[in-house]
């Protein structure tokens, strides 16, 4: 099955530090990358939607002057939590649909990121 | 807009035991997909499901059965001789044709314990 590889795993920084992660899709072209907030025991919230090559598109209270996403190519989408605070914490996790673009195409997910912000 | 409940927060089960998780959604379109996904302890997301609005016959694979009902806006999973392994985080998803970008929405998700 399709291959989503998200880096890093787990991530701690400091406050007022930016990190980046990255989310590849190994085996296919991923014309559609999602990104999504997890926070402890709670659902998925999704935070963008990029397709590669276009800008981002943010939910609805996503501050995309944080929370920077760039899909500059078919296997690549990465975020970047800049100036980070600890209510930053979070799981992260990406997920990608191939060029089919099918609605019906179950999303393919990483293996999400931990970030922790002391 | 999009809308998918989960209303059990928890479920505790003993081993064995059958378990069914109850989802509910909201859709003004005639055209959409219900997935079922789990989430497993060390946090990644294993697809288990896909329906779409126009297939209601039910599915069965293994130990896991699903049953749709257009009528109820529902889409159980029932899980039969729960085991062990099957401890984790369910969540419900909706994608709607007319939102655009292929966006897949969660419900708040059911935390399943099975206990030896």
């Known amino acids: 099955g399709a291959v989503v590889s998200q880096h890093p795993s787990w991530v701690i920084c400091k406050s007022g530090t930016s990190v980046k992660i990255e989310c590849r899709s190994l085996d296919f072209q991923a014309t559609t990358m999602f990104w999504y907030r997890q926070f402890p025991k709670q659902s998925l919230m999704l935070m963008a939607t990029s397709n590669e090559g276009s800008k981002a598109t943010y939910e609805q209270g996503v501050e995309k002057d944080k929370f920077l996403i760039n899909h500059a190519s078919l296997t690549l989408s990465t975020l970047t939590v800049t100036s980070a605070h600890p209510e930053d914490s979070s799981f992260y996790i990406c997920?990608?649909?191939?060029?089919?673009?099918?609605?019906?195409?179950?999303?393919?997910f990483g293996n999400g990121t931990r970030l922790t912000v002391t | 807009a999009q809308k998918v409940t989960q209303a059990q927060t928890e479920i505790s089960v003993v081993e064995k035991e059958d378990v069914t998780l109850d989802c509910v959604y909201e859709t003004r379109d005639t055209t959409y997909y219900l997935f079922w996904y789990k989430q497993p302890p060390s946090g990644e997301l294993v697809f288990l499901i896909r329906r779409n609005s126009f297939d209601e016959q039910n599915e069965i694979s293994g130990r896991y059965s699903w049953n749709f009902q257009k009528s109820t806006s529902s889409f159980n999973f029932t899980i039969t001789a729960s085991q062990v392994v099957d401890s984790a985080v369910y969540f419900c998803?909706?994608?709607?044709?007319?939102?655009?970008?292929?966006?897949?929405?969660f419900g708040a998700g059911t935390r399943l314990f099975v206990k030896a």
């Open positions: 998803a909706l994608s709607e044709v007319s939102t655009g970008g292929f966006k897949t929405i």
């Open positions: 997920s990608a649909r191939g060029s089919e673009i099918n609605y019906n195409s179950p999303l393919h």
